[in-house]
């Protein structure tokens, strides 16, 4: 914790109200649950509904945030990060609205708003508290980068800090207005939709660099190049995406890579309760949290989701534990994707858990779409917290505080999720159409609401036993555990350490070996979640990134403040362009739910 979240300090501003006040934690709860909670949200439905993914709400509303904590100087970044952690929240769950419509186009019977709002708002307390419990393993321990909230971090620094904002503010400006321009051209330009142009996924790749940028466009081109042998084995009809099989396979090789890195994290552990290893340095005082508290408050959430679900909602108890209990798998194999690739893919956790309860005996889809939601929301609003994490791990901010403004954003994202679903569809009564119905020709332009469809689909297969996807996990899971454990005997040999610091042999070898001979398996699961282009663009930025700070370093000017190591120029450009695709996202749900509801 820092000194000013314990003594009050006085704001630029004479408006402001003190730091650390009631005042000012009202200030900030009011901002990021009431103003950037539902700008995010507006933002997150509309990309949820038209294309089937959405911009986190954490680099938009880090920025809007900013804004209002200028005037507490540098302190000011942990006063955003509350905010943005609130906001983020409410965006987060406000694109679960999708559920909604799984149910409209499936014609299931839609439970009363205030048991939907219950249900969800136990899954999503459940899912903050679970994101928390693994936040020392992910993002003390394993240091993943977190592209947003790596982004988020460097914003917030720029932007609260007059003498950073100066030396950033070119980079930081240029990418933003490039996000803009882009993210409003792919959704206007025809060619540039065709081709997926994505200047957040351009900005993410230079964010983490060429060795996960490059793996991300080896595995999507081979996963291409496969299309033919899965079509014979049956695994795809013709004309299917390659991502239909793809993405079961790359969860599969987070998982196997996760089975390596866990067990050497629990080594570890071992070794440190046997008294064989150095204490661990004292912990600082933001970062403390009581565990104890926090394992009750899971317990107690996971409770309520299970009672709520069967008491209220009239599903089977079995099913609601086996969903709770992959909460935890996927909050770390999601966490560990989000961590390497900004990727989150909460659909395919929805799909994966469906796919496991068909093959103990669930048939019946509505308990398919109530279980499922468990793994959707809980695994979001995880991830969304680890990100947060990441945010507050750089900048010093205090955890618990964190905690409590995101369980105030779930609370009012539980009703938002509900509202804004009614909202859309009643705007937009082409959201009411199920699409899994219709021909290629038939599909509407501009809502194509790929994650509904998927959902509807696997819902559909109950039905339908498809052993294949069970197969398709497993050996995905066999490659990553290989891959995983290869890189550790290679990266841990001291002769091959010896040898990648040589010179400039060394580097290159240690490079390919890291972008192409054996990748890190966390990196190359991103070619299989989505389609080829969206992988080249996240590799373009990757290779853009690592050819800038190989080349093109400057050095410092005289007077210039020493910049913190990790607020390098492809970071703030590209977290430019994360930030700008958001404002463009926000800009065009807004225009277009207000044209609708206008009459226009």
Not at 3 to 30: I, M, Q
Not at 284 to 289: H, N, P, Q
Not at 533 to 550: D, E, Q
Request: with cysteine.
């Amino acid at each position: 914790m820092n000194s000013s979240d314990l003594v009050p300090a006085a704001p630029r501003w004479s408006w402001l109200p003190a730091v650390g006040t009631w005042k000012y934690h009202a200030l900030l709860v009011c901002l990021g649950v009431f103003v950037l909670g539902p700008l995010g949200g507006v933002t997150a439905s509309f990309m949820n509904f038209s294309l089937g993914f959405f911009v986190g709400g954490q680099v938009l509303a880090g920025i809007l945030g900013s804004t209002v904590t200028f005037g507490y100087g540098a302190e000011g970044k942990h006063g955003a990060n509350y905010m943005q952690t609130a906001a983020a929240s409410v965006a987060g769950m406000s694109a679960m609205g999708v559920l909604i419509q799984a149910m409209v186009w499936m014609g299931l019977p839609q439970p009363p708003v205030w048991q939907l709002v219950a249900y969800m708002l136990c899954i999503g307390m459940f899912g903050v508290g679970v994101g928390m419990l693994y936040t020392p393993m992910l993002v003390d321990r394993m240091q993943l980068t977190y592209p947003s909230g790596y982004a988020v971090a460097n914003i917030l620094r720029a932007l609260t800090d007059p003498v950073l904002l100066r030396q950033s503010v070119a980079k930081l400006g240029s990418g933003i207005a490039a996000g803009i321009v882009g993210g409003i051209a792919a959704g206007k330009v025809a060619i540039l939709g065709a081709i997926e142009m994505s200047t957040s996924t351009l900005g993410v790749g230079m964010v983490v660099g060429a060795r996960i940028g490059i793996p991300a466009i080896v595995s999507g081109v081979v996963f291409w190049a496969l299309i033919p042998f899965f079509v014979s084995i049956g695994w795809l009809a013709e004309g299917d995406p390659f991502r239909k099989i793809a993405f079961l396979i790359a969860l599969g090789l987070i998982m196997g890579a996760a089975i390596i890195d866990i067990a050497l994290v629990f080594r570890e552990a071992v070794t440190r309760m046997r008294g064989n290893a150095p204490p661990d340095a004292p912990q600082a005082e933001w970062k403390r949290v009581n565990t104890t508290r926090l394992v009750m408050w899971v317990v107690f959430w996971g409770a309520g989701v299970v009672l709520t679900g069967h008491l209220v909602l009239g599903q089977p108890v079995g099913y609601l534990l086996f969903a709770v209990a992959l909460v935890f798998v996927f909050a770390l194999v999601n966490g560990i994707s989000v961590g390497i690739s900004d990727s989150n893919p909460i659909s395919s956790a929805f799909v994966v858990s469906v796919v496991l309860m068909a093959a103990v005996g669930l048939t019946d889809p509505v308990v398919g779409l109530m279980a499922g939601t468990i793994l959707l929301v809980a695994t979001s609003i995880a991830c969304d917290m680890q990100q947060d994490r990441s945010t507050g791990w750089r900048l010093g901010t205090n955890r618990v505080l964190q905690f409590r403004y995101q369980v105030v954003g779930v609370l009012m994202g539980a009703i938002m999720a509900v509202a804004f679903a009614m909202i859309f569809m009643k705007a937009y009564p082409v959201l009411l159409l199920d699409q899994t119905v219709m021909k290629a020709g038939e599909q509407p332009a501009g809502w194509s609401s790929a994650m509904t469809y998927k959902f509807v689909g696997v819902l559909r297969s109950l039905t339908d036993d498809q052993p294949h996807q069970r197969t398709a996990i497993w050996v995905g899971v066999a490659i990553g555990f290989a891959i995983q454990l290869a890189r550790k005997l290679v990266k841990s040999n001291a002769a091959w350490q010896r040898f990648a610091a040589s010179g400039r042999r060394g580097f290159a070898a240690d490079f390919l070996v890291d972008a192409v001979f054996l990748p890190s398996p966390y990196a190359a699961s991103f070619g299989g979640f989505v389609n080829l282009p969206t992988s080249l663009w996240f590799g373009a930025g990757g290779i853009l990134s690592s050819f800038v700070n190989t080349v093109a370093k400057k050095k410092p000017q005289p007077g210039d403040k020493a910049m913190p190591e990790d607020m390098s120029t492809t970071s703030l450009v590209g977290g430019g362009l994360i930030a700008g695709d958001s404002l463009a996202a926000l800009g065009l749900g807004i225009a277009g739910l207000t044209a609708t509801l206008l009459g226009r």
